[in-house]
């Protein structure tokens, strides 16, 4: 499928996915970031869409009722809303599960401007997800249960009944030296252990393979640009760091990096490092390219001048 434009300007903010586009080649930032470009959707990004969607909406529920029957009543009706994003309230039983997703998301036709870039992109998004399957394809069944086996996997590695989170798809947003930057946090937990000490933790929820040890460490970039953004926004010294690959066993599900202050600065320089070359590349019209093994999985090499014979 081809990728489709949407005509950017620079961008006055960074984000942690966007500084990782530039870290693995800069012109793959440049088709995505300065020209607007975006990938397709492909298997595992909706599988994680929808993995999310069943983790988010579990913790509406009362302690109680965070049954992995629960989770998992939210993986179908979820992928309609991915498929059919801009359904009329009146087509949606009041009392389904799909309305229950809606209602969250604020995904009714009437809710969403015709016209505005939102409807774009959801329409884009649908029709991608939808021509990943034939209609009601073995793939696409073979697909919804892999979901599932993941969502109910999620029950070994956590016991969603024992905590509240205080946070959910969290939006935070500082400037931080000379770079904006701002990401959503998977979820933000916050305890008291027994001796009273007070711990802010930021969880991600993973739905792909728990990397091998040499590249667990660029697994939790994402997570300590949070870990800056938290200590900038609310003042405080999150705790840790947990990557929760919800599809494997313990212990390697849970992967935990701790904060300091050091962590903190280190990021702080980096990502005004990356900044800086950003600007730079932009300032020049130079976007060079990095090429490597990843190439292999990018959408632009078809076009990438690193390519060309
Ligand atoms: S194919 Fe490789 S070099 Fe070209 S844009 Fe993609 S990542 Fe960069």
Redo the contacts with the bound molecule.
């Keep these: 499928m081809s990728s489709v434009t949407t005509p950017v300007s620079f961008p006055t903010r960074l984000s942690p996915s966007r500084a990782k586009d530039f870290v693995?080649?800069p012109?793959?930032f440049y088709?995505k970031t300065i020209l607007g470009r975006t990938t397709p959707q492909t298997i595992a990004t909706a599988k994680g869409t929808l993995a999310h969607t069943a983790f988010e909406r579990l913790f509406d529920a009362e302690r109680t009722e965070r049954t992995p029957e629960h989770a998992l009543a939210f993986v179908r009706p979820g992928w309609q809303t991915m498929v059919d994003p801009l359904r009329a309230k009146n087509g949606v039983p009041e009392d389904s599960v799909e309305a229950e997703i809606r209602n969250a998301t604020n995904l009714w036709r009437d809710d969403i401007e015709a016209g505005s870039s939102r409807e774009a992109s959801l329409l884009r998004q649908a029709e991608e997800y939808r021509a990943l399957f034939e209609a009601d394809s073995k793939e696409e069944a073979a697909f919804l249960l892999a979901t599932e086996n993941v969502v109910a996997n999620y029950f070994d590695i956590e016991r969603p009944w024992n905590f509240d989170p205080v946070g959910r798809e969290l939006h935070l947003e500082a400037t931080v030296g000379d770079v904006t930057l701002h990401g959503f946090i998977d979820r933000l937990d916050h305890y008291t252990t027994e001796s009273g000490e007070e711990r802010w933790v930021i969880s991600d929820y993973k739905t792909g393979k728990v990397p091998q040890a040499r590249y667990l460490d660029e697994s939790f970039f994402a997570m300590k640009v949070y870990a800056l953004l938290l200590a900038r926004t609310r003042g405080v010294m999150p705790h840790s760091l947990r990557l929760l690959y919800v599809g494997a066993k313990k212990p390697e599900a849970i992967q935990v990096l701790e904060v300091n202050q050091h962590l903190l600065e280190i990021t702080e320089k980096k990502m005004n490092h990356l900044w800086a070359e950003i600007v730079q590349s932009n300032d020049h019209d130079v976007w060079e390219?990095?090429?490597?093994p990843?190439?292999n999985w990018?959408h632009?090499?078809p076009e990438?001048p690193?390519?060309q014979k």
């Design positions: 693995q080649c012109k793959l088709y390219t990095k090429t490597g990843l190439c990018c632009f090499k990438c690193a390519w």
